[in-house]
């Protein structure tokens, strides 16, 4: 299930940190609805969150230290492979139509219009997308508990550590050994640093292929594809597939 939900904004000045943002609205929004009943579902410690998200500003300029949005409107996209997840984020959403959610910088949003989108199956074995938020691709290393981001400024390094970053996405998510075997191909693409919760993370945007099971295919589709998927990253438009 995919949806986009439009927002307005009190002023036109929006933080870079507006995914820490939405990550409270999410939460804000799921501890309403039905009394909390699904919050735990989602945002307990550790849980893994089948779904991914992504902002789309309008006519933004990005400034030194924050964003101009020229008509003080925004979307926010939510895509999920998983229907019951679906119609949790939906409805708690739309139980917030209208009320103004605070931000940084003397802002507020505040959701006006939200729809269900149409998606398509994916059934060939290599799909060319966009990314429609940036690709992350996160490897921990338990020895000094630290992260390590790759990107495509190391081709060679980004689709070994991508690769193994997908495999375990789709073995977590129940698929066997093979079919979770998904390479992953940068065509046109580009670093992006993206700062989040105070670090700078590095990144990639554009062009890629993506070649494995249709299955699997079809999956990181709605799931969107690599780390922190939930906060903003990962999400993509498939524009081919063969």
């Known amino acids: 299930m995919k949806f986009v939900a ?91 139509k209208s009320k103004e959610f605070p931000l940084p910088m003397e802002n507020s949003m505040a959701m006006i219009n939200i729809r269900q989108l149409p998606e398509k199956t994916i059934t060939g074995n290599r799909i060319l997308v966009k990314m429609q938020a940036p690709l992350c691709i996160r490897k921990h290393y338990p020895d000094t508990n630290k992260d390590w981001y790759y990107s495509v400024k190391n081709e060679d390094a980004f689709r070994i550590e991508a690769k193994n970053v997908i495999y375990e996405q789709l073995r977590a998510a129940g698929f066997s050994e093979s079919d979770s075997n998904v390479d992953i191909i940068p065509i046109n693409a580009k670093v992006a640093i993206i700062r989040h919760y105070g670090m700078k993370l590095e990144c990639s945007l554009g062009d890629f292929t993506l070649e494995g099971s249709p299955d699997a295919l079809d999956y990181l589709s709605k799931a969107g594809v690599g780390s922190r998927r939930s906060s903003g990253f990962g999400m993509f438009n498939v524009m081919a597939e063969e």
């Open 6 to 96: 439009d927002f307005i904004l009190k002023s036109e000045t929006v933080t870079y940190e507006w995914r820490k943002c939405i990550i409270s609205y999410m939460k804000k929004c799921l501890s309403e609805a039905n009394g909390g009943k699904y919050f735990d579902t989602y945002y307990s410690p550790g849980q893994s969150k089948p779904f991914t998200l992504s902002v789309n500003f309008s006519s933004p300029v990005y400034k030194k230290d924050k964003i101009v949005v020229d008509d003080k409107n925004f979307k926010l996209y939510v895509s999920t492979p998983d229907s019951k997840t679906g119609f949790v984020l939906f409805s708690s959403i739309v139980a917030q």
